[in-house]
């Protein structure tokens, strides 16, 4: 199990490329991703769930990551995270 966190720094929050672009990278992997921010959580591979969260810029996101591929899907939500929130 891994779990990070990621504060957003665009003004634009998680709105709906990034969330998109993360969507993508859970359903290629087996691995089960979990993102929280704060008393709310929304699967990894649910664009409905993400955009619910209400991402905006000074929020943290919080990700855990289980499964057989854990790591390359942790490094390449990172990469997600720093390139486009």
């Known amino acids: ?6 504060t957003i720094t665009t003004p634009q929050g998680l709105h709906a490329r990034p969330v998109v672009v ?5 359903l290629d992997h087996l691995s089960s991703v ?3 921010l704060g008393e709310r959580s ?5 664009m409905v769930g993400l955009m619910g969260l209400d991402g905006r810029g ?6 855990t990551i ?4 854990e790591h390359e899907v942790a490094t ?10």
């Open 42 to 46: 929304a699967s990894g591979s649910d």
């Open 66 to 69: 289980g499964g057989p591929d």
């Open 34 to 36: 979990s993102v929280q």
């Open 76 to 85: 390449e939500i990172r990469a997600i995270c720093t390139q486009m929130l």
């Open 1 to 6: 199990m891994i779990t990070f966190s990621h």
């Open 22 to 26: 993360i969507c993508r990278a859970v």
């Open 58 to 63: 000074g929020d943290t996101l919080t990700f």
